[in-house]
């Protein structure tokens, strides 16, 4: 079955840092790759996507690629700031229809930026 | 944008009572919604989908007598945990389904769910 392996945290970061949130899955098809970001009292938010093997998702200055050979789909951003303080979810689903399909999510990694 | 209210966002129940959790898509029709449970440390998980007017469909390993889900209308679907134990105490999240834009899918805030 499909499976999502998400760095654990919580992972504390000082603001301007660069940040990587680690993410591998397994699945037997070709799935779709999605970051989802939930900050503190709000429901899960779709951050970026990726449909196919090379293409890149970014949204707010965060990026991640989506590398079929390692599958992989790392999350990245060259400089953080506090605002970014959330739990962030990996997570995939089988079809292409932008996270219709039921998906199937990592543990989800807390983050936080200090001032 | 759209929004998914969930409700409450926490309950405290003794065990063997019966508990209610509330998904309300406020600003579209939602045929679609989808129920999801994290323990901690564990993937956020997914436990039925739900269809307007009809039965939800169970994930494999989730007992429907036990999470009854109701469908009732297009803007609420309710998640019941009856005769709740401790091992129930999870964080319980919903979303559902826009088909009228691109995003299409909308979570809820969650639902930290405590049996004492």
């Known amino acids: 079955g499909n499976s999502v392996t998400q760095m654990e945290g919580p992972v504390t970061l000082s603001e301007e840092a660069f940040l990587t949130i680690n993410c591998t899955y397994t699945?037997?098809?070709?799935?779709?790759l999605f970051w989802y970001v939930q900050y503190p009292g709000e429901g899960l938010q779709l951050l970026l996507k990726?449909?196919?093997?090379?293409d890149k998702g970014s949204n707010k200055g965060f990026e991640a690629t989506y590398r079929k050979e390692t599958t992989s789909f790392h999350l990245e951003k060259g400089s953080v700031q506090v605002s970014d303080s959330a739990v962030y979810f990996c997570a995939l689903s089988e079809g292409a229809n932008f996270g219709n399909e039921k998906l199937t999510f990592g543990t989800g990694t807390r983050l936080t930026i200090i001032p | 944008g759209a929004v998914v209210s969930q409700h409450p966002s926490w309950v405290i129940c003794k065990s063997g009572t019966s508990v209610k959790i509330e998904c309300r898509s406020l600003d579209f029709q939602a045929t679609t919604m989808f129920w999801y449970r994290q323990f901690p440390k564990q993937s956020l998980m997914l436990m039925a989908t739900s269809n307007e007017g009809s039965k939800a469909t169970y994930e494999q390993g989730v007992e429907k007598d036990k999470f009854l889900i109701n469908h009732a209308s297009l803007t609420l679907s309710t998640l019941t945990v009856t005769s709740a134990h401790p091992e129930d105490s999870s964080f319980y999240i919903c979303s559902a389904i826009d088909s009228n834009i691109n995003e299409k899918l909308f979570f809820g805030s969650g639902t930290q769910l405590s049996v004492l």
């Open positions: 699945a037997t098809g070709y799935p779709s």
């Open positions: 990726a449909t196919k093997a090379d």
